[in-house]
T-cell receptor, first 115, second 115 residues
Framework: AQSVAQPEDQVNVAEGNPLTVKCTYS??????LFWYVQYPNRGLQFLLK??????LVKGSYGFEAEFNKSQTSFHLKKPSALVSDSALYFC?????????????FGSGTQLTVLP | KAGVTQTPRYLIKTRGQQVTLSCSPI?????VSWYQQTPGQGLQFLFE???????NKGNFPGRFSGRQFSNSRSEMNVSTLELGDSALYLC??????????????FGPGTRLTVL
């Protein structure tokens, strides 16, 4: 079975400061990992993904994420937060070797960037 | 390319009624997945259709059903609505084959309220 944990329901950060949104996963094989963002009354927007290769993945809007296999983590980061980054962030995983083909999402982390 | 479209955007129904939601995927995409999003349960996978066949199914009761047409458009039906069915229903499309399968593009969702 595959699962994702986002240990923080809420993250607050001041504008201009670095931000981190945490994600850990569990799969039986190797993972495909994703980050999505959701703004109020909108669907999910794709930010970035890790498939294979370089552990540091760069995505949209200046976001990046670091894959750490030993810690089974895929934390989302941004060097300098903007107020417009305030939104709900979801981490998702799929086990490459698993029979389940769908994505499993974490519970989401509400990011608030304070001006 | 046009994005994923969902109709209607908002629905209000009463208990016991049934409802049909529609999703048009990105042109050329053959896979359509449906998710239910609620504050308490987060994002839960309902089912996935690929080339008019259900390829994956989540853990939802038989009241939830779907289908896909030859043009890849998909409908989701919920019969005998319950108060707990109130949610944002999200549709996601992807090419459905190869490595790009795993990147899903979401529509804006249909907000269903059951009274």
């Amino acid at each position: 079975a595959q699962s994702v944990a986002q240990p923080e329901d809420q993250v607050n950060v001041a504008e201009g400061n670095p931000l981190t949104v945490k994600c850990t996963y569990s799969v039986s094989g190797n993972p495909y990992l994703f980050w999505y963002v959701q703004y109020p009354n909108r669907g999910l927007q794709f930010l970035l993904k890790y498939i294979t290769g370089d552990n540091l993945v760069k995505g949209s809007y200046g976001f990046e994420a670091e894959f750490n296999k030993s810690q089974t983590s895929f934390h989302l980061k941004k060097p300098s937060a903007l107020v417009s980054d305030s939104a709900l962030y979801f981490c998702a995983v799929r086990d490459i070797a698993g029979s389940a083909r769908q994505l499993t999402f974490g519970s989401g982390t509400q990011l608030t960037v304070l001006p | 390319k046009a994005g994923v479209t969902q109709t209607p955007r908002y629905l209000i129904k009463t208990r016991g009624q049934q409802v049909t939601l529609s999703c048009s995927p990105i042109s050329g995409h053959r896979s359509v997945s449906w998710y239910q999003q609620t504050p308490g349960q987060g994002l839960q996978f309902l089912f996935e259709y690929f080339s008019e066949t259900q390829r994956n199914k989540g853990n939802f009761p038989g009241r939830f059903s779907g289908r896909q047409f030859s043009n890849s458009r998909s409908e989701m039906n919920v019969s005998t609505l319950e108060l707990g069915d109130s949610a944002l229903y999200l549709c996601a499309s992807s090419p459905g084959t190869g490595a790009s399968y795993n990147e899903q593009f979401f529509g804006p969702g249909t907000r269903l309220t059951v009274l």
